[in-house]
């Protein structure tokens, strides 16, 4: 079964102007249901925009995404996905529960049925003592478990996160990675994962898919064979390494192949 | 917003250091009443003429009152206005925030010109002109400066326009208001009393501090500038008090990150 399946996604920003950018081209990406796949690329790769591309918030200039044999604009009207962002991006004027609570209003689920939803959410991020904190008593790791609880809350099949432990601190972060792993393997949900780094995206992905700027495109995509049960042990395995080596590899092939396509214009 | 007695002892034994001062400074170099009254004599004026001041009062503070609550209302409603249709906020916002630098209590005696000359009306119109530009502005800036990582999330569960309103952008806008009436309610006072200065009836605080200058009862006039003070002090603790209750509602004022 195909979560998402994109096929010939380009995209082109300021159309007939000066500033007109070539933000992705030729795009072609299945994700099966289950899967874990992060996308990875030097800053204007445009590996955001591909991310924004499924969640239908940004029109594809050419090309088309399904998701769950839907279209992205379907999908989304019908919440079949959540999303978290960098910023963890709460509602300061909410309670945590009422923040996991909110796509379970907008979906008209009645006030017991969101709460005891919350409630469970707040069990699996292991946060059930914050439920009538608001967000700015949380530290970041925490804000950004309840962004979780609550992209998971609506129980999509498909999680889309934009960088979403990149303002966290490294501990935290490594933390983190393996909370989001015991989440999706507790609720089977596809992921896809927008990051800067490396050991991240092969610490969580079954396939790490490197991304190349001017013009934004797919160059390589990196199979991680570390099998689903992954630990902090996992961090110490060759194939771990393994993987990292191959995906660095990957991302300097390009780095070199672009730095010689483009002398001088590396920094602009 | 806790105000501790602790925090007050210092300020009222300056106060107090300060009207001694004056009294002092009063009997020491043998000051006229013409030129400057001590404050014994404010206090006694203030204690004699209670019933007097206390009606004046009332009229300013109602017309500050009645100008706050028809401003806040219209200026509210009017930033929804702005913030629904894009075009109409371009065109009226630069307008507002230039009105509201400006000292447009002037207009009063425009106002006063087109009603009666007993009419609380035109005061009542003016403060509201004042409250109502300094709500228009800021209600305006919470309700169109959310963070776009709530818009964009909103957007992901396909919520529509009215959604985003009620769940994003009022509860955005609450803070603002309450920063809006912290500035307007003690403006609201100000209004008040400076329109008396343009004539009608003389029945307020503002009208009572002229014509009692006028009569060289000063130490009268200054009583009634006292009251003028305590009932500025009445309005901005009314929009303290009304602040730290809405923060203790919402949980804390948007942090701004």
Redesign the interface.
Known sequence: MTAVQATGIGKVFNEGTPRRVDALVGVDLTIREGEFVSLIGPSGCGKSTLLRIV?S?LPPTTGEVTVNGKSAEQA????D?G?A?Q?A?L?????VARNIE??L??KGWDRERRRARATEMLELVKLPEFAEL?P?QLSGGMQQRIAIARALAANPRLL?MDEPFGALDEMTREYMQGELLRICAETGTTVLFVTHSIPEAVYLSDRVVVMSPRPGRITSIVDVPLGRSRSEETRNDPSFFAGITAVRESLRGLHAEHANAHPGLEDR | MAVRPRDLAAPAAFGLAFAALWEGAVAAFDLKPYFLVPPSSIVAQFADNLGLIWDAASVSGLNAAVGLLAGTVLGGAMSFALSRWRFLGELATPLAVALNAIPIFVLVAVLNNMYSITSEVPRRIMVTLVVYFIVLVNVARGLTQV?P??V????????SDS?ILR??RI??A?PYLFTALTIAAPASVITAFVSEYFGGSQNGLGSRITSNIANSKNAAAWAYVLAACLLGLLFFLISVVLESAASKR???V??G?
């Open positions: 969640a918030l989304r009207r019908d919440q996905y999303m962002f910023q991006g509602f300061d004027w909410r309670t909110l796509p209003e907008l608001h700015w889309l | 963070r990582a709530h964009e999330l909103m957007r992901s569960y396909a919520a959604a769940k994003v509860p955005n609450v919402g949980g804390a948007s942090t990150k």
